[in-house]
């Protein structure tokens, strides 16, 4: 086991210091800076060229594909963890389950869920791409888009009730996804889920819509207003980090 640790460890430190030359370096140069002898630096340089995440031209070494993959991930995976950091921030500002979901490619995408024991978030029981008609999350993030992209999401996924309360009237949820105002939140009781209300609000996002929404079960309805103004009101200072989901 030391062995094949040193190993990887020796093989790292060649990859740093070929992502360290943009044109790339030779493999004198690679063994000096990694601090290795030569003939463990070819060594390592022939089998980490033989997986991928090497390439040869013209004498020198430059990072290949699957390097770029890996690097791509730690940034996807940093992105990831930014997003979830903040929406445990806005759950503990607002004592509730907070969500944050995207309209992308055609679809509700809900990106990252935070919440508690003591507080847990909605159950999916239905699906959430599906039932945009039926919950706060959706309804805010149809109301974003205009009438065309809209109609082609309903085509898809025809409103029909998910509960005694849904709105399953074409006509009538078309005209009460109409008369959202721009930015303020969209709420839903019962809609989606028995027991539970639901409130969202608009996030600007560049071009994609988005949202976060909160969660709370029905006989705690009346702290709805003051949830939702609490989290508008800590929203801003941490979008920044948010809007890095729109690229996961």
């Known amino acids: 086991m030391p062995t094949l640790i040193g190993s990887v460890q020796r093989a790292l430190r060649l990859l740093e210091a070929v992502g360290s030359h943009r044109e790339g370096a030779p493999a004198k140069q690679l063994a000096r800076e990694a601090g290795l002898p030569l003939p463990t630096a070819y060594h390592l340089l022939r089998t980490l060229t033989h997986e991928g995440y090497l390439r040869r031209e013209g004498g020198v070494f430059v990072l290949g594909a699957a390097a770029q993959r890996l690097a791509v991930g730690g940034l996807q995976q940093k992105r990831r963890t930014m997003i979830l950091d903040s929406l445990a921030h806005f759950r503990d500002a607002v004592g509730a389950p907070v969500y944050f979901a995207v309209y992308r490619d055609g679809e509700i995408e809900v990106v990252g869920v935070s919440d508690t024991p003591a507080n847990p978030a909605c159950e999916e029981w239905a699906d959430f791409r599906e039932t945009g008609h039926a919950h706060a999350i959706g309804q805010c993030l149809l109301g974003q888009l205009d009438e065309e992209a809209r109609r082609d999401y309903f085509d898809r996924h025809p409103v029909q009730p998910v509960t005694p309360y849904t709105v399953s009237d074409m006509h009538a949820l078309e005209q009460r996804i109409g008369g959202f105002g721009r930015m303020e939140p969209v709420t839903e009781r019962q809609e989606y889920l028995l027991g539970t209300v639901c409130a969202a609000i608009p996030i600007t ?32 200072a941490l979008l920044s980090s948010l809007s890095f989901s729109i690229s996961i």
């Open 205 to 236: 996002a560049g071009d994609t819509a988005a949202t976060m929404a909160i969660s709370l079960p029905l006989h705690l309805e009346g702290r709805l207003p003051y949830a939702v103004d609490r989290l508008r009101s800590e929203v801003g």
